[in-house]
DNA sequence: GACCAGGCACATC
DNA sequence: GATGTGCATGGT
């Protein structure tokens, strides 16, 4: 398995290269779009963040200040706008109140322990927890999303029956923990799955993991 | 017009 | 514990 994670690892990597993620300035703004992107398109929620931005409300307490409402008038483009105004707050609220909106201070603590203070806020799920952990403090824990679990499925190397923290354990129990590596991983699959998974058949010849 | 997107919580059985 | 449903915009 070790072989098999590494070999897709460096397949993907020489044909598609570098990803760039996370595709944000700050690590403040790549929280607030790793909860805007819940089941959404990635261009969809940068309309809702330049939105933030010309506004200049991409700080945590001004966020904070905005009534609910008002939120979710300007996320709007990244969908679920009530939901997800609501999210952003809950968030929000953990963020200033435990770390006195200070991403450093966040970063202090262990990842676990971070992880399960975010699994406990209301609207922040397990991918979104850890694309925090990973994309905004990198730290080395794996983000798994529908695209992994698609892949790795098609791949034969998991059974549909396994859950997020079961798919997780394979790359880090497999893996050397590497934050530079669990970020470039994560984005690769999320290329092959757009790529590749949604316009071609299971297993299709041009793959690129066809051989793997 | 149908389908999909870098999920999550909640209701129901 | 598994399964179903609501949440919503914008691109293909």
């Known amino acids: 398995m070790k072989n098999k994670l590494l070999s897709i690892y460096r397949k993907l990597y020489s044909t598609f290269g570098s990803q760039g993620w996370w595709p944000a300035s700050t690590p403040f703004e790549v929280t607030v779009g790793a909860i805007l992107t819940q089941n959404t398109s990635w261009s969809n929620v940068e309309k809702a963040i330049d939105n933030l931005k010309s506004r200049k409300l991409l700080r945590a307490k001004v966020l904070y200040r905005l009534p609910e409402k008002s939120l979710a008038r300007i996320i709007k483009p990244a969908g679920y706008y009530n939901v997800k105004a609501k999210r952003l707050r809950n968030f929000l609220k953990f963020f200033i109140q435990r770390y006195h909106a200070s991403i450093r201070r966040m970063a202090s603590v262990k990842a676990m322990v971070l992880r399960n203070q975010l699994l406990a806020i209301n609207g922040i799920g397990p991918e979104t927890a850890d694309s925090i952990i990973l994309y905004a403090l990198h730290k080395p824990v794996f983000v798994i999303d529908a695209y992994t679990k698609r892949i790795l499925l098609r791949h034969g190397l998991i059974k549909d029956s396994a859950c997020y923290e079961d ?30 998974c949604l316009k071609h058949k299971p297993k299709c010849h041009c793959c690129p993991l066809k051989k793997i």
């Open 167 to 196: 798919i997780q354990r394979l790359f880090m129990h497999n893996l050397k923990r590497s934050g530079e590596m669990f970020n470039e991983y994560h984005a690769l699959l999320v290329k092959l799955g757009k790529d590749f």
